[in-house]
């Protein structure tokens, strides 16, 4: 390999019949079998691989984050077994461009030639235009292969998900990240303008996408660079790759799940990990310390009775200190809420109280407990031989509550955690009271 610092002005790039060739469109792979980071699927094992064998595809949706390759694999597959390409966006496309493409699949069918519709981002058609692929894919007219960044249990409709296969594409590890770098080097026979640290920071600002990264290194080859960058240096020269984070889809969803189960879990780091993806991605703060306070409750409760106190102190303190100074109490409730005590038996109560509630809902209160203020309701009994508390021994008169015929539920069940041990040992203690006075 030449010494890239021999010559300070790059070579020109390959030109096409528009400019030049980007450096991304020029390593496309040739062959299912050049695709990196995917080999769960095109591996001879992977549900890709197994079809090219057996030279028969179904339609499958191709689902992933962006620059994993769904486009390239499409492609490749349609010339795996002799297939016609045919793409469209659904970004560009509309009903017109669908049904040229189903028109021109049917007379290639009919000259022997099977079609391979490539549609990306496919969650972009509403539901109507979706139900249109359905007659095609049963006919066989096409097999469908769609590309979407989105859950496509929820960006696809039912109909069209039980027609297709899903097959998820992983974000490109560092591995296959690096064979890219090693490949683009190959192909413009030059050595990338950086040291090795800053090599490896170039390959995690990435973040998973092996386009982003190899337009970042053809911005690298086709700068006149004297000397190999540095970590520092090359996080000057180059902008690193927003995260991907939808706030309303689907991104949104799993950051918080995934902060919600590490506090659950009584991890503060990765907790406040989490908790930092979703606020330099831009979510709403508040959103996140709802998300917490719920968690306050729902994991907590009583074991930690602090842990709401927290919660909504935190609130008043980011709503009056405002972001980002206020963004550090809704660390101190993440991190209170993750190293405390842990219970469900609040959330557990409430579902099961709930649910008694329905399915016993118009038993009425035992007349003792009822209040009598005017004199017919002291003749039908209400408040008769009511027990007052406060008047029996110990403070607990150990009466009943609890409607007529319904026997008595234990709803609450208090764990041994926490300010909860304290709970369990007076409920015990009420309990046995209850029972010696019948």
């Not at 490949?183 to 030059?190: F, G, L, N, P, Y």
């Not at 991907?244 to 949104?252: Q, S």
């Not at 409730?333 to 038996?345: D, H, I, R, V």
Request: glycine letters at 8%.
């Amino acid at each position: 390999m030449p010494d890239l610092f021999a010559d300070d002005t790059p070579p020109a790039p390959p030109q096409g019949a528009a400019g030049p060739v980007p450096l991304a469109e020029r390593l496309r792979p040739r062959s299912l079998s050049d695709v990196v980071g995917q080999e769960h699927l095109t591996g001879p094992e992977g549900p890709i691989g197994r079809m090219v064998a057996a030279g028969a595809l179904s339609s499958i949706i191709l689902w992933g984050p962006p620059g994993t390759g769904k486009t390239t694999i499409a492609r490749l597959l349609a010339e795996a077994v002799g297939m016609r390409f045919a793409p469209l966006s659904a970004v560009f496309s509309g009903v017109a461009d669908l049904k040229k493409a189903f028109a021109d699949a049917e007379r290639m069918a009919a000259a022997g030639q099977r079609t391979l519709l490539f549609v990306d981002e496919i969650h972009r058609f509403n539901r109507a235009q979706q139900d249109g692929f359905l007659p095609y894919v049963e006919r066989g007219t096409v097999v469908l292969v769609g590309a979407t960044t989105e859950n496509p249990s929820f960006a696809l409709n039912a109909a069209l998900l039980s027609r297709a296969q899903v097959l998820v594409l992983h974000r490109l590890d560092e591995a296959a990240l690096a064979t890219l770098v090693e490949r683009a080097e190959t192909e413009t026979d030059r050595a990338l303008p950086v040291t090795d640290d800053a090599r490896a920071a170039l390959i995690a600002s990435a973040d998973g996408d092996g386009r982003f990264l190899l337009n970042q290194v053809e911005t690298l080859f086709a700068a006149a660079i004297p000397q190999p960058l540095d970590a520092g240096e090359l996080a000057q020269f180059l902008h690193r790759r927003m995260p991907v984070y939808d706030k309303d889809r689907d991104g949104h969803y799993n950051l918080i799940s995934a902060l919600h189960k590490a506090m659950r879990g009584s991890d503060p780091q990765a907790s406040l990990y989490w908790l930092a993806r979703m606020l330099v991605a831009g979510e709403e703060p508040l959103y996140v310390l709802r998300r917490i306070t719920r968690f306050a409750s729902e994991d907590i409760g009583l074991a930690d009775p602090q842990a709401l106190v927290q919660c909504l102190a935190a609130k008043d303190a980011f709503q009056f200190l405002g972001s980002p100074e206020g963004e550090l109490a809704i660390v101190q409730a993440c991190l209170y809420c993750a190293t405390a005590p842990k219970s469900n038996a609040a959330y557990a109560a409430q579902k099961a109280a709930w649910k008694a509630a329905r399915d016993t809902g118009s038993l009425a209160p035992p007349a003792n407990i009822l209040n009598a203020p005017t004199k017919l309701m002291k003749d039908l009994g209400y408040g008769a031989g009511y027990a007052y508390d406060h008047d029996a021994p110990d403070g607990f008169s150990g009466d009943n509550y609890w409607p007529d015929g319904m026997t008595p539920i234990d709803f609450y069940r208090p764990v041994d955690r926490g300010f909860e041990k304290r709970i369990a040992e007076r409920i015990a203690w009420w309990d046995e009271r209850r029972r010696e006075r019948g």
